[in-house]
């Protein structure tokens, strides 16, 4: 597993479709996908869907990965560099 160079948590690289990977939480989540919605939850197949986060666990969409960088203390310091 990896870590976050920031602040040392555990993350897991998501691929996606497109072929990047995302860094996020390494620990699974339930959503509750609606359009709009603030949240933003990766699906293990690497969709990126406007969610919430909390709701009546019988009514959840799916299990995701929350993007590290929402959570991350350290996030302004890996936003996408320029290589
Ligand atoms: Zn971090």
């Known amino acids: 597993m990896a870590k976050c ?12 479709p497109e072929g990047r990977s995302i ?3 390494a ?3 339930l959503y509750w996908a ?9 699906t293990p ?4 869907v406007s969610c ?4 009546d666990p019988k009514l959840a969409t799916g299990i995701g990965y929350k993007p590290h960088w929402a ?5 302004g310091q890996f ?3 320029k290589s």
């Open 5 to 16: 160079k920031g602040c040392g948590a555990p993350i897991v690289f998501i691929g996606t």
């Open 23 to 25: 860094p996020c939480d």
């Open 27 to 29: 620990e699974q989540v």
């Open 34 to 42: 609606r359009p709009r919605a603030t949240g933003k939850v990766v």
């Open 45 to 48: 197949n690497g969709i990126v």
């Open 52 to 55: 919430d986060l909390q709701g």
């Open 71 to 75: 959570s991350c203390p350290k996030a």
């Open 79 to 81: 936003k996408r560099k």
